[in-house]
């Protein structure tokens, strides 16, 4: 089972590693504008993987 841990633990810091790469890489690319709305909702979803994987922890 903690197998099982490690892979989503490492899944979810994939999924934030690539997100902060996708957001690094847009900024430059869209309107100002957007790329602060895009920032914000990665900073949401990074929240919220980050609380899945301390969810995952616990269990």
Do not use: C, Q, Y
């Not at 902060?20 to 993987?49: C, I, Q, R, W, Y």
Request: aromatic share 4%; hydrophobic share 40%; proline share 2%.
């Amino acid at each position: 089972m903690s197998e099982e841990k490690n892979e989503i633990e490492e899944l979810i810091e994939n999924m934030i590693s690539g997100g902060n790469d996708l957001v690094d890489h847009l900024k430059g690319v869209l309107p100002e504008s957007l790329a602060e709305t895009l920032a914000m909702f990665h900073e949401s979803n990074v929240a919220n993987l980050n609380k899945i994987k301390e969810f995952v922890k616990t269990k």
